[in-house]
């Protein structure tokens, strides 16, 4: 169970680190309003700087007990050329995945059903109020006295609460999901390679905005602003890719189309390689204090293709 341990794993470190973040919070997040998760951006063809010779020189490793060498998989360093393709300016939204859902009848994130967020403006139609103001409390969990409220209240407040988690990234879907998912829009989903150029850029960029590490640009999940510790896609404005892609570094990590391999060249080996797939970017679904490792767009992480988790996610790609 590859992704199960993973995350627990990322988890306990996290939990146990020290909160890099300062207690800011990010007073540059800004709700991005409607917007289309279909809405794709060009990556000219051409080669960019793939992984990295990193090492773990200041003991990560002992200092937050992780089980192996960190950066080892990312060797080595080197110049790759990657064809022109298109792929998703944005995580695809709770809102688009829905209107999947509506329309194929394929299973909904198990989140849905506790949540509320499954449920139709009909289906709260035809319910009496005290079965609304039941629902009010045991699944949309409103912040307000519910007991007291008639029907039309009731369901103006549980729309409002779903328009809200509309546009959240799709999370608690396994790789399997996603990949039919943009196989359903004419699309797949990004390699490895593809996701790692539209993410660095070129030059290799340590993270989507630059080389420094700053949490107030992204949503790592430490500082408590979001009710469901995700941010509405294109939220932190800075927080973008040389290309234009929002959220490559935090918000939900996102599933590729790779199995976990070592790198052409790498003398790394792994238990994992053949057996998971890929997750980029850094996750901050958990709840957790953050370490700036996860966030950086050469970081490679992996999961059993089955799992399905608060804090993963993915975006669509396709050949240009």
């Not at 051409?46 to 007990?65: H, L, P, V, W």
């Not at 960190?70 to 022109?84: G, R, T």
């Not at 449920?119 to 006295?145: G, I, N, P, S, T």
């Not at 957790?288 to 089955?306: C, L, M, N, V």
Request: net charge negative; glycine share 10%; proline share 4%.
């Amino acid at each position: 169970m590859y992704g199960v341990c993973l995350l627990m794993c990322v988890v306990a470190v996290l939990v146990a680190c020290d909160n890099k973040a300062g207690g800011v919070t990010a007073d540059n997040a800004q709700a991005l309003g409607p917007a289309e998760s279909s809405q794709m951006l060009k990556v000219a063809a051409g080669t960019f700087i793939r992984g990295s010779n990193k090492e773990d020189d200041t003991g990560m490793r002992a200092r937050y007990g992780f089980a192996t060498e960190l950066y080892q998989d990312e060797h080595p360093e080197a110049k790759v050329h990657v064809d022109e393709f298109l792929i998703d300016t944005y995580e695809v939204t709770n809102k688009a995945y829905k209107e999947y859902i509506s329309k194929t009848k394929r299973m909904m994130p198990f989140a849905w059903v506790n949540n509320g967020y499954a449920l139709d403006e009909a289906k709260l139609l035809d319910k009496d109020v005290q079965k609304l103001r039941k629902l009010a409390l045991d699944y949309f969990k409103l912040d307000m006295d519910t007991r007291v409220m008639e029907k039309p209240a009731l369901i103006a407040a549980m729309r409002a609460y779903q328009v809200k988690l509309d546009l959240l990234p799709v999370s608690g879907v396994n790789w399997f999901d996603a990949k039919e998912f943009c196989q359903w829009r004419t699309a797949r989903l990004p390699t490895e390679l593809e996701w790692e150029k539209a993410a660095r850029g070129e030059n290799g960029l340590e993270y989507p905005w630059g080389h420094e590490w700053d949490a107030r640009i992204t949503n790592t999940g430490d500082d408590g602003l979001w009710d469901e510790g995700l941010a509405p896609v294109g939220s932190y404005q800075r927080n973008k890719s040389p290309y234009g892609a929002y959220d490559m570094s935090g918000n939900v990590w996102e599933w590729v189309s790779d199995w976990y391999e070592p790198y052409p060249g790498s003398s790394f080996e792994s238990a994992a390689f053949g057996k998971a797939r890929v997750i980029r970017g850094g996750g901050g679904g958990v709840g957790h204090y953050a370490i700036s490792y996860f966030f950086r767009g050469a970081t490679r992480q992996f999961s059993e293709p089955e799992m399905e988790s608060d804090d993963v996610g993915f975006r669509c790609a396709k050949d240009a």
